[in-house]
């Protein structure tokens, strides 16, 4: 992670799931990297706001993805396991947003006390 214009940048995110047994393995690695891409953008800058008791954001045209450019490099690995298979797209998600505001107090000495990061 590096800071660009007073801004995060991720540059990589590695990840491991144990998984149980897998029936697929491209499949879990793909799953793997939409959790993490789906975390990044939830921790980075994902807000939904109520006014008069409705959600505001109602379309990509306000509510901002990551675009390609933005997105880093993803390596997932899987633990080879003798048990049952579970869930994969879920387990990603926790705990990205505590490795960035960790990762941007490594680099700014500044604690992220807020979510999402970029506001």
């Known amino acids: 992670m590096s800071m660009e214009n007073n801004q995060p940048r991720i540059h990589r995110v590695v990840g491991a799931l144990d998984c149980g047994q897998v029936v697929n393995p491209n499949i879990v690695e793909q799953q793997i990297q939409g959790g993490v891409i789906y975390a990044l953008c939830n921790a980075l800058r994902a807000k939904i706001t109520i006014e008069k008791g409705r ?8 509510y901002a993805p990551m675009r390609m450019n933005e997105v880093p490099a993803v390596e997932a690995y899987v633990v080879e396991s003798t048990e049952p298979p579970t869930g994969t797209g879920e387990p ?4 990205l947003a505590p490795a960035i505001c960790n990762a941007m107090y490594a680099a700014t000495k500044k604690r992220v006390r807020a979510l999402p990061i970029l506001g």
Not at 92 to 95: A, K, L, R, T, Y
């Open 55 to 62: 959600v505001v954001q109602g379309n990509f045209d306000d």
């Open 92 to 95: 990603p998600i926790p705990p």
